[in-house]
């Protein structure tokens, strides 16, 4: 039997070439689809622990088995993304990005070094635990269609199938030291809405002699809010948001066309696909009322994120037993959405947050901005309770 206390020493002692594991992928973000450096870092890690993987899983992704005693009785798979996103770093760490224009400003950094973490403790006790755990290093979690989808497609969910599967995520409104949990709907479906209101543009000064594409535009968006004040059930949660507006005409030229671009999250499937038929139709019929016609594509995104009710808290008392229950917290749904939402809706998950923040030392910047950070204790915190949080899952089934 593995102990905690192993665990936690294990981690410990991992520390220091851990940071170095997270510098290193820091400086060297590669966006999404596009993370082929970032995988041969990786497995050359992997090799270099003798952990077994295979490369180019639904495109960069890594797969692999760490096999412990009867390894076919039961699988648990650990999950982190490997992805950064197209924002310049403003930070001026020693290990600021290298790749101008991209950052690790969501995590993924700390999520592949929190993995391997765990992995490479799991590997070296592999001899005190019954059955198996399967990874899954994964592309393209930040661009829809999404890695996850591509992996499954690949078949990271088959041979052999894991039981329930386990991922993590940074959280700078969390102290490091906490963490948090929430069973059952957690995260939002995120669905990328895309209009192009068409008509006659021409002078702005005689907007009697052309189709005014710009009113019909605004009036649309205006309209489309509707969906959610008038139609949407108030016990689902709703958002319909929408962040860019392009009409390049000019002080007195009404243009050909507008463009406006948003985002639908919901987390219901047929309310969904109604809302989806709504915005279609009210788009539509509010364009002809302006003489213009519109366009419609609504890009599917993920569906909504799940975690298994038995799995979250079995998680959960182990995150209580390897923290203590001051520094585990129950979480409130969230409208970000996650790609991880893929492998919830078809095996029973647990995706908890890693809390990264440290007030005393400025570390408070938030996801996705050009100065977020964390605090790298969480470092030996995320890698530790993975392991700990894989053991105890696979003791339970």
């Not at 009785?73 to 197209?86: F, G, H, Q």
């Not at 009322?289 to 993920?302: L, N, P, Q, R, S």
Request: hydrophobic share 40%; glycine share 8%.
């Amino acid at each position: 039997m593995l102990a905690i206390e192993t665990i936690k020493k294990a981690a410990s002692e991992f520390q220091d070439e851990l940071l170095l594991i997270r510098q290193h992928l820091h400086a060297h973000p590669e966006l999404s689809f596009e993370e082929e450096k970032t995988a041969d870092y990786i497995a050359s890690l992997l090799t270099q622990w003798d952990i077994s993987y295979e490369q180019q899983v639904g495109g960069n992704g890594l797969v692999g088995m760490i096999r412990g005693e009867q390894p076919e009785s039961k699988v648990v798979a650990l999950r982190a993304d490997m992805d950064a996103l197209p924002i310049q770093e403003e930070n001026e760490h020693f290990y600021q990005s290298t790749n101008p224009g991209v950052m690790h400003a969501c995590g993924h950094d700390v999520h592949m070094s929190c993995l391997l973490g765990a992995l490479k403790i799991l590997n070296t006790y592999k001899n005190k635990f019954e059955g198996s755990i399967k990874f899954i290093f994964q592309p393209a979690e930040e661009k829809v269609p999404g890695g996850a989808l591509k992996m499954i497609e690949a078949g990271v969910l088959e041979n052999p199938a894991p039981d329930v599967i386990i991922g993590e995520h940074v959280y700078p409104d969390l102290e490091v030291g906490k963490v948090g949990f929430k069973s059952g709907n957690y995260m939002a479906s995120n669905d990328e809405i895309n209009l192009s209101i068409r008509g006659r543009g021409g002078h702005a000064a005689i907007p009697g002699q052309f189709d005014d594409t710009v009113l019909a535009a605004s009036q649309i968006v205006v309209a489309l809010q509707q969906i959610v004040s008038r139609q949407a059930t108030p016990s689902i949660p709703t958002v319909l948001s929408f962040g860019r507006f392009m009409a390049e005409g000019a002080y007195n030229v009404i243009p050909n066309e507008v463009k406006v671009y948003g985002t639908f999250r919901t987390f219901d499937e047929a309310w969904r696909k109604k809302a989806h038929q709504l915005i279609t139709d009210i788009a539509q019929q509010t364009a002809r009322a302006y003489g213009t016609e519109c366009e419609v594509f609504i890009d599917h995104g993920y569906p909504y994120l799940v975690n298994d009710k038995s799995t979250t808290q079995l998680a959960k008392e182990a995150a209580i037993s390897y923290l203590g229950p001051d520094n585990v917290i129950d979480l409130d749904v969230r409208m970000t959405a996650e790609d991880f939402a893929r492998f919830s809706q078809l095996k029973p998950s647990c995706f908890y947050r890693l809390g990264t923040a440290n007030n005393d030392k400025g570390i408070t910047a938030k996801l996705h901005t050009p100065l977020f950070d964390v605090d790298e204790k969480s470092l030996e915190i995320g890698s530790g309770l993975m392991a700990w949080i894989a053991i105890q899952q696979l003791n339970n089934l």
